[in-house]
């Protein structure tokens, strides 16, 4: 089939999506009411509540939930076919995760901007709160870690450059454009400069950088190699300093002109697959590749933000939320842009599914290869359906590469950020005064991070200890469902106390609770047979977390609901 028949198909119904199902939501379910302040105003501090344009906003939340899950998830699931894929993205884009995005973002939004676990504690109790927030600083830490060892292994220097999946080409135009968010945020909120006045040429001047990192690649710094283990421990500075600084100084604006280089590579893309006569090479289905678990659930686990995810609700009722200026601004912000990641998704599966052409087959032998090499394939198929349009394929993979890294980084400072956020609210919990200083949670949060970034197990062949980024994904994605799973389950037990229809929130949060368990129970399963504790330890915790939480939940299900009062409604 010809790649841009999918990808004009799935516009299509993600347009549908939003107008039919998005707008039903808001008007019957959601009740989105104008007349209303966002907290971005009533709490306004200059510091973390800032109401921005929704433009800004919205490339913000979107540079934030992307990230690296919607390229490298497709990427992996292609491997049991590009039909099983693409159904899902689209179907679980439109019914679960943009309803997800948007509840948790309406909800937070009522509320004075409390996260949703938070608002578990209204709904469920205290102890649903603390079950909440410890799944989910785990769930996010986990994440970024695993963003950061991709991130380290594709800026540092090995054989085979962009093919074995190092780009250090990529290296001075993601910097380059940290710099430029900092002087765009500057000049708007601190001297006024029009943002559309800042935008063409901030945007110019980081494309300019793309063709300064091929021509400049940078592999050492001040005589020194930068290995992947040496990225890693820059990248958890990079994240401890942008933390720091306020949203408006480095978030808002990276994430603003982000968006905008993402929107131009999936113009490229598309326009690539337009001109350039792709068609689809990959297997329609393949129930069972080699070495690969079963379809039903890991399909469900490894497409994770592409459709939907748990992440996203911290994104929506941490950070998005404070920034707000209009509560009609949800609707195109919590469910518009999850649609968005879903065409982003839809673009990442054509750029292996077709973009490698005859390598397909070569490229995905098996299961642990379609693992080890998924960052490098969509690099090398969006490069070459990039390079399509008249790009020289060089720079068009750098160019893929630093868009790539660019949504990495941005979600890699956001969860740092969010996981500050919950370990605050833990230590207002447990009255842990220190706990509620910003400094040390945010040194808490990124060495939380870096916990996982450096983990190592034995390998069980040799036991050498080794690091166990391949294996951290699929935790990663049965964590990060689950946790769209629980916030779902908040945001059906909040609905109920209003009175408004809950079965929008409650059939999608039984799937996914299903599929998670599932996949959880599997890959416990697996970690056992090859003697992985850590691995095993951590699949438990969150198994029995996430379990209490859902006792807790049906417990006050149970209860009647509506009648318990509701702190800070309004």
């Known amino acids: 089939m010809h790649a841009l028949f999918v990808v004009l198909g799935v516009s299509v119904l993600l347009f549908l999506g939003y107008r039919w199902y998005g707008r039903r939501l808001a008007q019957r379910v959601f009740v989105i009411d104008d007349a209303e302040p966002t907290p971005a105003h009533t709490l306004r501090d200059g510091r973390d509540f800032v109401p921005a344009p929704p433009a800004v906003v919205f490339g913000h939340h979107f540079a934030s939930i992307a990230g690296l899950g919607p390229l490298l998830g497709p990427a992996i699931a292609v491997i049991w076919g590009w039909v ?79 093919e074995g999946g190092h780009v250090p080409e990529a290296v001075l135009p993601s910097a380059a454009l940290i710099v430029l968010a900092l002087g765009v945020g500057a000049l708007f909120y601190r001297y006024r400069v029009p943002l559309v006045k800042l935008t063409l040429p901030a945007l110019l001047l980081s494309l300019g950088s793309v063709w300064l990192g091929v021509q400049y690649p940078v592999a050492t710094l001040f005589g020194v190699e930068l290995t992947p283990s040496l990225w890693i421990y820059l990248l958890l500075g990079y994240a401890l300093i942008a933390t720091l600084l306020p949203v408006w100084l480095l978030l808002q604006p990276r994430d603003y002109l982000n968006s905008f280089q993402l929107f131009l590579g999936m113009g490229l893309l598309l326009l690539g ?97 379609a693992g080890k090499s998924a960052l490098a394939n969509f690099v090398h198929g969006a490069g070459t359906m990039v390079s399509a349009v008249g790009v020289p394929q060089e720079i068009a993979k750098v160019f893929v590469a630093t868009v790539a890294v660019g949504f990495a980084l941005t979600t890699l400072d956001t969860g740092a950020r969010l996981i500050r956020y919950n370990l605050q609210e833990l230590g207002r919990a447990w009255r842990i005064r220190p706990m509620e200083h910003a400094t040390l949670t945010t040194v808490l949060a990124v060495g939380l991070i870096g916990f996982f970034a450096l983990l190592k197990a034995p390998d069980p062949i040799t036991g050498e200890p080794k690091s166990v980024g391949a294996l951290l994904w699929q935790l990663f994605g049965a964590s990060n469902q689950l946790l769209a799973a629980l916030a779902l389950l908040v945001v059906s037990l909040y609905l109920r106390s209003l009175g408004r229809p809950t079965l929008y929130t409650l059939l999608p949060m039984g799937f996914m609770l299903i599929a998670t368990l599932t996949a959880l129970t599997m890959g416990m399963r697996s970690f056992a047979n090859q003697g992985n504790l850590p691995l095993l330890g951590f699949s438990a915790l969150i198994f029995a977390l996430a379990v209490w939480l859902v006792g807790e939940a049906f417990v006050a299900w149970r209860v009647s609901v509506r009648s318990m009062p509701l702190r800070s409604r309004g």
């Open 273 to 369: 697959a337009t001109v350039g006569g792709f068609t689809i090479t990959a297997p329609a289905v393949n129930p069972n590749p080699q070495g690969a678990p079963p379809m039903f659930p890991l399909l469900f686990i490894t497409i994770a933000c592409g459709a939907v995810s748990g992440f996203h609700s911290l994104v929506a009722s941490g950070t998005t939320v404070r920034q707000l200026d209009q509560p009609r601004h949800a609707l195109p912000i919590g469910y518009g842009a999850m649609l968005t990641e879903g065409l982003l998704a839809t673009l990442a599966l054509l750029a292996v599914a077709a973009g490698l052409g005859a390598e397909w087959q070569a490229r995905y032998p098996d299961w642990l290869s």
């Open 84 to 162: 099983p894929a693409l159904l899902w993205i689209v179907l679980g884009c439109i019914f679960v995760g943009a309803v997800h995005d948007l509840g948790c973002l309406y909800s937070s939004m009522r509320n004075r901007a409390r996260s949703v676990a938070d608002l578990a504690y209204d709904v469920a109790g205290a102890r649903a709160r603390v079950l909440f927030l410890l799944f989910g600083i785990f769930a996010i830490a986990l994440a970024m870690g695993v963003f950061v060892i991709n991130i380290a292994n594709l800026f540092a220097s090995g054989a085979g450059g962009a």
